[in-house]
């Protein structure tokens, strides 16, 4: 089969699309025939050799953790799957990746694709939906009637967090630029703030919210300035940049680090089949296409959610 792989860490040079061995499904495990993988700033992460103590790789290594495919083959002791059937997982980072035409996976770890979507486009939803679900309802304890920032609205994590937090009965405030901000709107937020124009911090100056989830990239400095615009007693969620140890005031602060849960996941699909999720893709690429999707991404050029396809 083909695969893209890379023998060293290092810059976007060491992607490499090239042969390898198809994997076979070992007990508890199904290989999945890959549809579509999709970027995550985690896969430059690994790559660049960035976080290898926690998560370290054997090379070759094969990029991808989010995965959409159909059911290939059956390993033993696995039950409730079928050969054909659709579905979606998060690889755990230290595993082969899906930026290949097969994939190996834990069959626990598999949720059933929603089918609402075409297949290759289901992979931009698991780890940008769990990160968003985790962060507003496990992390920040989001509750009904209260007042959400969402800071950096407009990625994958964003939109999802719009939709859910709005389901959820929030009033949501989002940060997203003139790319991004039809589609903040579309997923329903009730005010936009546009970042270019102002900063956050000025054209929010005054506000309270009882949760600010950040999602913005940036240094410890901006993330603390964050704080201000925390009512008493509420949270600063962050994905990206960790807030202070230490902010006053009886706020919280939150360091989101996103957990598998097949489970989970099955439930969001299922609200994408029910019109209640949508899944945004900006560009649909060829696996050929990585090196240059991780450069991009690096340089803050990214469209939106990208899915590279076998």
Do not use: C
């Amino acid at each position: 089969m083909k695969a893209v792989r890379y023998h060293s860490y290092g810059d976007s040079g060491v992607l490499a699309h090239e042969d390898a061995e198809k994997p076979r499904a070992a007990a508890g495990q199904v290989v999945l025939q890959v549809a579509g993988t999709s970027f995550n700033f985690l896969d430059i992460a690994i790559r660049s050799g960035f976080v290898r103590e926690l998560a370290p790789i054997e090379f070759p290594h094969t990029p991808g953790l989010d995965v959409s495919g159909t059911v290939a083959e059956i390993g033993e002791g696995v039950s409730g799957w079928n050969l054909g059937d659709p579905a979606i997982a998060v690889l755990p980072p230290e595993a082969p990746g899906a930026a290949a035409e097969y994939v190996a996976a834990e069959a626990a770890s598999l949720a059933p694709a929603p089918r609402t979507v075409p297949l290759p486009d289901a992979a931009a939803l698991p780890i940008a939906a769990l990160t968003a679900w985790q962060s507003l309802f496990e992390f920040a304890k989001l509750q009904a009637g209260q007042r959400l920032l969402i800071n950096g609205a407009g990625g994958g994590v964003g939109g999802h967090a719009v939709r859910l937090a709005k389901r959820a009965e929030a009033h949501v405030t989002a940060t997203a630029g003139p790319r991004s901000r039809d589609r903040v709107e579309a997923a329903g937020a009730d005010r936009i703030v546009d970042y270019t124009r102002t900063p956050v911090q000025d054209a929010l100056a005054g506000e309270r919210f009882d949760v600010v989830l950040h999602l913005v990239r940036n240094g410890p400095e901006e993330t603390a300035a964050l704080v201000d615009l925390v009512a008493d007693g509420g949270v600063l969620a962050s994905t990206t940049t960790p807030g202070p140890r230490e902010p006053g005031r009886g706020v919280r602060v939150e360091q989101v680090r996103m957990r598998w849960d097949a489970a989970q996941l099955a439930e969001l699909a299922a609200l994408v089949d029910a019109g209640e999720l949508a899944v945004e893709v900006a560009e649909r690429l060829p696996l050929t296409a990585i090196a240059d999707v991780h450069d991009r991404a690096a340089a803050g050029r990214l469209l939106g959610k990208t899915v590279l396809t076998p």
